[in-house]
DNA sequence: GTCGACATGTAAATTGTTACATGATTTA
DNA sequence: TAAATCATGTAACAATTTACATGTCGAC
């Protein structure tokens, strides 16, 4: 039997990877070559993302293609890092305002503290409001039901299992405490 | 020119990967079939692994090829879970055992957990006694580092910029003082 | 007898890692 | 002038995601 398969590539689809972002997060207000961008991977620390040229370098060139960054040139020099793009600027503003899911809270913590650093210039106090408010309610509730499965299960775990579990919810407080006090800096 | 290149794929180095090593955690007791596997992966929250079937039988198939998993039999059943190898006990306990490095701390803290979270029955106390106490001194350095990094460029970074290193240090700091706990529970 | 859960897989595309390779410029 | 750092890439490989594909079994 033979199967058709028509492959919906829809090229006005971008979806960036989180790599991609972080680079359009550092270079959104002053433009960096390749280079500047992994020493700043390597020492911010802040960045669990690899800084090797073999990740860095395509992931530019892949992003160029796309439209969401082009490189500058720079009078007196022969320095020509990249800058972003209206595309880019849109793209990662989209990113930033994108609705907070149950999903995003239980295992991409880590995507949606890269989305707060770099939302600062371009999003307004209202979204950033919103922001920390969607995320301290689905942390609130991720808490509970993390204290909830531990109350039930507790007997039958395991040290190690309770203690890990124990962590979980160690860190999802700590999070929710981070929250309410990013809410004041922030007002 | 011409270039001769030896590539040294020595077949006796084996490297799992992290959701290897999840799965050899949770079989380590007991035999489990892929869709168990792959339903306990989805449930337990635990893990930001991917449950998918292409995520999980090939790791499976993989994993059995390299003798670390093995087809056990049941009787009055057609079901053939997976059970670990001898090979797959020593493989795993190797990578418990395994010295903490200052990056497992500053960029793997979740392969750490996931270590402690298995290491249960198959290594001794004073194993988990210097796991838990190297990790915490890793912890005690990284985040004086953080703080210092902190104090030292507050003043030019942005709000957000703080507002994100400040979490990095707070998680930090929550999961030393859960390695106190765990080391007098452990005890 | 259909729906949902159980159960296991494959294929293509994408991504990321590791290792190699090269050359310019600065600094000691 | 040798070493270190700046700077940019490629190639081979390994791993993951997404989507497709199939079949059984029990419940209602």
Redesign the pocket.
Known sequence: MF?I?I?L?MKNII?P???DFAILGLIQNQPL????I??LFEQTALSNY?S????I??????MEQLGLIEKGVIKDS??S?FQITSKGISILTSWFVKPIEKEDVEKRIDELLLRFAFMETLVDKKQKLLFLTTFSDYLSRYIKELKQHYHQQANEMPLHGKLALQHGVDTAMVTLKWCKKALIEIN
Chains 1, 2 share one sequence.
Do not use: D, F, I, Q
Request: no cysteine; net charge positive.
């Open positions: 199967v398969r492959v590539n979806k990877t989180l790599l070559s390749g280079y500047r992994r020493k690899s090797s040229p073999g990740t370098y395509p992931a530019l060139k892949r022969k320095k890092p």
